[in-house]
């Protein structure tokens, strides 16, 4: 599908304007780069190791912790810094790894900040990558960009990397903070493991199946990232999810319809966090979630491409053509 649908003119957008990417070498980095040089964008991401980086887009070595004259200097005159800084939230819960995961957080916002006061002209907008997370486990209750947060575990570390936005954001510069549910992509994102675990047998519903899994397509987060790029009507926080969030045992029967499963054994509760420790994972990624709304996004006229689940694993679950057998057929047919 087309990537080059917004609601702001893309007249408006000059050509190569420069996009920094923070932390960019992840998942939603990646694709974000990839879609960003489609429309003509420069791109620079900011990353641990440039050497191993193999997306497009220029690669500036950085710490997150340092400001450094090399990766500073992209963000004068640039038109937006996106930041999508963060360690994995897919490991056990303890103490250390709750520090390291709010570290990584704030820390790298806030020298993102230190380093736009360095610089003469800096990015008309600043992209905050955030997390539907900080509503909590919240039931049925509907998580709209105003709902309860509660004071606790993932959510403190949601309120303490936005408040890190805040203290960082230099005066009049425009800035939208993107809470960000699960994205469904091809390759490397959750999807694929959910796909291979139901093609096992294993694709039943997790724990109660009564919890709500907030989804989005990543054509429509890409699209959403470029609109809080180039849209100046975007300031404030937007959650970044999709119109129809569904139950997981609703997801996990359209997973196994999608793939052609007949069935999948489910996985209690109680079997789930037996297990989670030996993954060094945390159970409560797979047995909480919330009912996460778009509400201001798509008041603001946002329009989503993928509406229905269904829709959206078919897409992204069915065979990828292969351009070299493609080409073989056709010649061999023109023979």
């Not at 796909?195 to 109660?208: D, E, N, Y």
């Not at 989804?215 to 009507?233: C, T």
């Not at 603001?300 to 992204?316: C, I, N, S, T, V």
Request: a neutral charge.
């Amino acid at each position: 599908m087309e990537l080059r649908t917004s609601l702001y003119a893309m007249n408006d957008t000059k050509p190569k304007s420069r996009v920094v990417i923070a932390g960019g070498s992840g998942f939603l980095g990646k694709a974000l780069a990839a879609t960003l040089e489609k429309e003509n964008y420069e791109v620079v991401v900011l990353t641990r190791d440039p050497g191993s980086y193999r997306g497009v887009g220029q690669a500036r070595r950085w710490d997150g912790m340092t400001v450094e004259e090399s990766w500073v200097e992209c963000l004068e005159g640039a038109h937006a810094v996106v930041n999508l800084t963060g360690k994995p939230v897919n490991c056990r819960r303890t103490k250390r790894n709750h520090e390291e995961i709010m570290r990584s957080r704030v820390e790298p916002t806030e020298v993102l900040g230190d380093a736009l006061r360095l610089v003469y002209r800096p990015p008309a907008v600043w992209v905050q990558a955030a997390s539907l997370a900080i509503y909590g486990d919240a039931g049925d209750r509907l998580c709209e960009e105003s709902a309860y947060v509660p004071a606790e575990y993932p959510a403190d570390v949601c309120v303490a990397w936005e408040e890190a936005l805040g203290r960082a954001i230099r005066p009049g510069m425009r800035w939208a903070v993107l809470r960000i549910g699960f994205v469904l992509g091809r390759g490397d994102g959750a999807l694929g493991t959910l796909a291979r675990l139901a093609r096992c047998g294993l694709g039943g519903r997790i724990g109660s199946g009564e919890q709500w899994i907030s989804w989005i397509h990543l054509e429509d987060m890409m699209r959403l990232f470029l609109e809080a790029i180039r849209n100046p009507s975007i300031h404030g926080i937007c959650n970044a999810t999709g119109l129809q969030p569904v139950k997981n045992a609703e997801f996990m029967e359209t997973l196994r319809k999608t793939l052609g499963v007949p069935f999948g054994f489910p996985c209690p509760g109680p079997l789930v966090r037996a297990f989670a420790p030996l993954l060094d994972a945390d159970p409560d990624l797979a047995l909480c979630g919330r009912r996460g709304l778009p509400c201001r996004i798509h008041g603001l006229g946002f329009r989503f491409q993928f509406h229905e689940l269904e829709e959206a694993l078919a897409d992204l679950l069915r065979p990828q053509p292969d351009p070299a057998g493609e080409r073989e057929w056709v010649q061999t047919f023109a023979r």
